[in-house]
Each structure stands twice: as structure tokens, then as C-alpha cells.
């Protein structure tokens, strides 16, 4: 009788939730109805009479004249141009005779410059200084470079220790200054440091053949006049001199005169002994000369009015 009277209350209060589960299902469902009625619609996209006139218009314009006098049932056949007289006709890419690996090397040389593998097929410049090729093997300097290859010969003028002063302790380099020149009126000076002195003094070469400039002699490879210019407290004066005088100077003076092929010249140091500085300022004291027929040229008057 309990069981009974248990199974009835529990089929009662299931009923009791089915009904509110309809009720509020209901309710939802006529919510959900009345805001998409209130909505906005987009209006339907309606064509005027105007567009399609105008479309009848443009298809009327089209000549369709050459499909009339075709037969759909036809049947067409290909006839192909005659070959003139002598035709070859090209082989096949799987075909012999094959490129050589030279004409394959000539053609890329062509495209792209000469090989990185250090050989021309062409007689270009293979030795060319560029940025984008990297160490091959070992860190820093240790690996050996090729020697760069460009009408230069190197000086190197001082190599000394220098240290910076950071807050953990002192950091040790090396600072190289070279000297570049052709001995043909080209000379350059620069400067480098690094951790290791090979490696300072290629810095300094690079950094010297950025700095090219053109040094003006006579024919008997001395200067034209007498010049003078200073870099920081350093300063430096030349002077020309006579067939068989010799470069008297000293220094860095003397090294950059000798690099730019000047024989005969007088130099003095004034001033400051710091290498760099009187290399410096010896470049811009040649720089300040000028060759007797640039100054004539300018004036508008010959050479032989110079001396009047």
C-alpha cells in the first residue's frame, strides 16, 4: 500500500513538470516570433525596366554574323601551314647531345657574376670583396682569408692594447691603424680594433679602402705647392722638394707619403705624436692641393700665366 501510494505522488509531480517544461517552451517560442517579426528587413532587390533595356541594348550590339553560316554538324578538320625549306626540327630535352658543365658554368657566370667556388670560366674578378659571403670554418679570426686582391699594399702603422672601463671590470681590444696605397697617387688611411691583432688589422684595411683619395704630383712625383692641416691637436705641414731629395719625414707622416708613391717631399710633425692624428691630418693637407692646371682652368687663363 505504501509502494502504491509512493509511485502516485512521483507520477504526479512528473506530470506537474512536463507542463511547466510546455508552458515555458511556449513562451520562448512566441518571444523569439514577435522580435524577428519587428525586425527590419533589407529590401528586395528589384530590377527597373531601365536596366533591362540597357542589357538589351549591349547584346544587340554584339555581331554574331560569323556563326551564321556554321554547321554544328560539320566536321572540321586541321590543316597545318606547310614547313618552309630547311626546317629543323628542335630535339627533345632528353635528347643528346647534352651542355658540357662549362657552357652550364659559362651561362650561370653570365646571370649571377663569377662563382663562389673561386674559379671564372668568363676572366672575371673572382677575389671581389663582398659582405654576404661568410666565414667558412672556426670562430672570429681564426680562419684564414684570402688576401684581398685589388692593386693595394698594406702598412700597418701602430697596434696597441686598449681597454674600456665597464662597470664589470675592463675589456681588453687591440686598435691597428694601416695604410693603404697603390704607390700610384691613391693612398688611405683607417682604423680597427677587435679582440684579436689579425683581425684589428683587416678592420683597419677595410676601413682604409673606404677612404681612398687622390693624392695630385708632378712628374717628379713631389707636390705641386706647399700645404698644411691639422686633425685634433696634431698638425702637419709638407713641403715639395727637388729631384733626388727623398721622403725626409718621420712617423705616420713618412708612411702614408711613401704609400701614395711621393719620392721627393719634406714633412714635419707639429704638435701631437698620436699616429692616427698626423696620418689625418697629413690626408687633409693633401687634399687641399691643387695641380697647376685645375687652377688655371678655373682663372680662364693658360698655364704659362701662372708664373707671371
Request: proline content about 6%.
Amino acid at each position: 500500500m505504501a509502494a502504491a501510494t509512493a509511485l502516485s505522488s512521483s507520477l504526479c509531480s512528473l506530470s506537474i513538470r512536463t507542463v511547466r517544461f510546455s508552458l515555458l517552451t511556449t513562451t520562448l517560442l512566441s518571444n523569439s516570433t514577435s522580435l524577428f517579426l519587428s525586425r527590419p528587413r533589407a529590401p528586395l532587390l528589384s530590377f527597373s525596366p531601365l536596366n533591362l533595356t540597357n542589357l538589351r541594348a549591349k547584346s544587340d550590339d554584339l555581331d554574331t554574323s560569323f556563326f551564321d553560316e556554321l554547321n554544328p554538324e560539320e566536321e572540321i578538320t586541321f590543316d597545318p601551314p606547310e614547313r618552309p625549306e630547311g626546317f629543323v626540327p628542335p630535339r627533345a630535352v632528353d635528347e643528346p647531345p647534352f651542355e658540357s658543365e662549362e657552357e652550364i658554368a659559362q651561362a650561370y657566370e653570365e646571370l649571377y657574376g663569377p662563382a663562389f667556388s673561386g674559379e671564372s670560366f668568363l676572366g672575371n674578378d673572382v677575389y671581389v670583396m663582398d659582405s654576404q659571403i661568410k666565414k667558412t670554418s672556426g670562430f672570429s679570426s681564426q680562419s684564414k682569408k684570402e688576401k684581398i686582391r685589388d692593386g693595394f699594399d698594406e702598412r700597418v702603422v701602430q697596434v696597441r692594447r686598449v681597454t674600456k672601463v665597464v662597470k664589470g671590470g675592463k675589456h681588453l681590444r687591440f686598435r691597428a691603424i694601416v695604410v693603404v696605397g697603390d704607390k700610384k697617387g691613391q693612398v688611405g688611411v683607417g682604423h680597427g680594433k677587435a679582440k684579436e691583432v689579425i683581425a684589428a688589422v683587416q678592420k683597419a684595411a677595410i676601413n682604409a679602402r673606404r677612404n681612398i683619395i687622390s693624392v695630385p704630383m708632378t712628374k717628379y712625383l713631389t707636390f705641386p705647392h706647399r700645404s698644411e692641416a691639422g686633425y685634433g691637436a696634431a698638425k702637419v705641414m709638407l713641403r715639395p722638394a727637388s729631384p733626388g731629395t727623398g721622403v725626409i719625414a718621420g712617423g705616420s707622416v713618412r708612411i702614408v707619403l711613401e704609400m701614395a708613391g711621393v719620392e721627393n717631399a719634406l714633412g714635419k710633425q707639429l704638435g701631437s705624436n698620436n699616429a692616427l692624428n698626423n696620418a689625418r691630418a697629413t690626408v687633409l693637407a693633401v687634399q687641399k692641393m691643387r695641380q697647376f692646371r685645375e687652377v688655371a682652368l678655373e682663372r680662364g687663363i693658360p698655364m704659362e700665366e701662372l708664373w707671371k
